[in-house]
């Protein structure tokens, strides 16, 4: 906990770009500085020659200028630079800046209170602050990838959570994006399903049984592995090696000739695998919905699979590829320091890297997107350099248009959670889990008066999964993590709850004061002579949004926006509990306080929709 929280504060610090159409302080500020340098080094200063960021909270200011990287360019000092930039840009943009300081090389700016008080007044009814009018640029986003033999576990919550939320904070950066899957629904693993069923099950389905679809075939895919287990220590106790009884166990090799017999398309294995499949469709269905994933187009390897290999024919006839003696056909990366690669068995049959590169020409062709986004875990990095350096190697146009998202796994702090396998902890339990653990959380706090039943569990359902989603969320993707359901859930912490929390206590303030939301705000007089250090600090804060929005796509890392959020919502609650709407001593002070709280409740509101996370009116 304390780890994560010493880097929020930075998260805000970096440099700061804005694609908006709108002109935000940051743009303003750029327009003033080059106009500055203009006029008084004749240097002409783009965007990217400053260096703007929010100053330190032990300095005094709004925003600092790097002066360092200007220096040269003008041939002067930096405090020479510095007091002159200021002077500038106080005596000729009062209405921007109305002091400033020179601090070792940083110029530090105090915004005028005019600049911020406008601000929050034409942005308080504002619901869509924030998002980028279009790039005309399209992005694909694949994530989820399941198998069709057993269940979503934890790990595929993360990648869905990750995937979603980056599809979603790109759309309002702009792009126009294409939510993708994989499904997984052919091979060996899922035959080992389909015969122990037949072998085990006389006739049960899920609806005789009265379990989930997905559970119920991956039941079997237990099943199947207990059994060839079984076989194998038998081979081995008969004197048989390890190896070779893996290989002869009666069980594996009925496996084999399923699968066999399904890629002739033998009716009796293919209308199995299609009822088998159907069931677990169904039971990912269940769980896609609960926990609000979609996608705008799902694959299916069983389609994809054969695909690529006519591109490795023509690569092997191009001479970009090679043929073993075995007659297998490779590719040689060793150049781009990889190593060879397998595109083809010498029985001519693909290999997944074959069905990438073929599914990966059919997404090009169907959308021709500018970026195509594979969230897939860090243990593929190897594979997805080599499928990138494969389409490059055979000229294919989108090479170099695709991108990796890779992230770390993520594990629980205790083994209490039901496992079907092993250490794999289903998506459906730890759900469940979640859930139950915001109600007793909402209980014990006695936060349930005045909701009837049915919106209690509603409301239990939006804690837990906001606290699940935002747990997984505020860590960079890259990183490993611990999943914490306990910690997820605290009211108090760097928590999905503590951000609802905040946005349900704007309402009660509207609420008490007889206003909504949409209520307007609205005065005629913007010259507040002085605005409280809290007051100045959230509006500068709450300004930021767009930016923030724009890192994150930048970085494709949902963190950016939960660690945003969670300051956003400590400095409203600290200046809540420091100023008084109801009581505030002017009208203007109680409009201006009203509008903060909007824009606060809107921009919660819309980054916890950027994370998959919604947000109750009452808690």
Aim: overall charge negative; some cysteine; charged content about 25%.
């Amino acid at each position: 906990m304390t780890n994560i929280q010493d880097g929020l504060t930075e998260s805000l610090r970096l440099p700061l770009q804005t694609i908006s159409n709108s002109m935000t302080i940051v743009d303003k500020i750029n327009e003033a500085v080059s106009e500055a340098l203009s006029a008084l080094y004749d240097f002409k200063a783009s965007a990217k020659d400053l260096q703007v960021s929010l100053t330190k909270p032990e300095f005094t200011g709004d925003y600092t200028l790097v002066l360092f990287s200007l220096i040269k360019k003008v041939n002067t000092t930096p405090d020479v630079l510095g007091s002159l930039l200021g002077d500038f840009l106080v005596k000729n943009h009062e209405t921007l800046f109305n002091d400033f300081n020179v601090i070792k090389g940083f110029l530090n700016l105090s915004l005028a209170p005019e600049l911020l008080t406008k601000f929050a007044a034409d942005t308080y009814n504002n619901i869509s602050f924030g998002q980028q009018p279009s790039t005309g640029k399209k992005v694909m986003v694949e994530y989820a990838s399941p198998n069709t033999n057993k269940p979503l576990h934890l790990g595929h919550l993360r990648n869905i959570f990750i995937g979603w939320s980056i599809a979603e904070i790109l759309k309002a950066d702009g792009y126009n994006v294409v939510k993708t899957s994989i499904v997984n629904d052919r091979g060996i693993h899922i035959c080992k399903s389909m015969l122990a069923w037949e072998r085990y099950a006389n006739g049960a389905t899920p609806e005789t049984t009265h379990t989930k679809g997905d559970h119920f075939v991956g039941d079997y895919y237990v099943k199947f592995n207990e059994i060839y287990n079984e076989e194998i220590r038998h081979l081995v106790n008969d004197g048989m090696p390890e190896e070779k009884a893996k290989k002869e166990a009666p069980v594996m090799k009925a496996t084999q000739e399923m699968l066999l017999k399904w890629e002739e398309n033998e009716p009796h294995v293919k209308a199995l695998w299609q009822t088998m499949n159907g069931w677990v469709y169904k039971g990912f269905d269940e769980t896609y919905n609960r926990i609000g994933a979609d996608f705008d187009k799902t694959y299916y390897e069983s389609d994809t699979y054969l695909l690529g290999k006519d591109f490795v024919y023509e690569g092997l006839a191009q001479g970009k590829l090679f043929r073993k003696d075995d007659g297998s056909i490779w590719i040689d990366l060793t150049a781009e320091g990889l190593d060879e690669k397998l595109l083809l068995r010498s029985d001519g049959t693909s290999v997944y890297m074959t069905s990438d590169i073929g599914l990966a020409n059919s997404k090009y062709k169907e959308y021709q997107p500018q970026k195509s986004i594979y969230v897939i875990g860090d243990e593929q990095n190897y594979h997805m350099k080599v499928l990138q350096q494969v389409c490059k190697k055979l000229g294919m146009p989108y090479g170099d248009k695709i991108f990796h998202l890779s992230y770390g796994m993520v594990e629980l702090t205790t083994g209490k959670m039901k496992s079907r396998e092993g250490t794999v902890v289903d998506a459906d339990d730890i759900v469940d889990e979640v859930i139950d653990t915001a109600r007793k959380h909402t209980e014990e706090l006695g936060k349930t008066k005045g909701f009837s039943k049915d919106q209690l569990i509603q409301l239990y359902e939006t804690i837990g999964l906001g606290a699940m989603k935002f747990y997984l969320l505020r860590v960079d993707p890259k990183k490993r993590m611990i999943f914490n359901p306990e910690e997820s859930i605290d009211f108090h912490g760097f928590t999905g709850p503590f951000i609802q929390y905040t946005y349900a206590r704007i309402q009660s303030v509207f609420r008490k004061m007889g206003n909504t939301a949409n209520t307007s705000y609205v005065s005629d007089d913007y010259s507040l002579e002085q605005l409280s250090p809290m007051e100045k600090e959230l509006l500068v804060i709450l300004e930021q949004y767009p930016n923030i929005i724009h890192q994150s796509a930048e970085e494709l890392n949902p963190s950016v926006i939960a660690v945003y959020s969670f300051q956003l919502a400590q400095k409203f609650n600290t200046f809540y509990n420091s100023h008084s709407i109801a009581s505030a001593e002017t009208k203007p002070e109680q409009i201006l306080r009203l509008q903060i709280a909007s824009v606060t409740a809107n921009i919660i509101k819309s980054a916890m929709h950027l994370l998959g996370i919604n947000v109750p009116d009452k808690m």
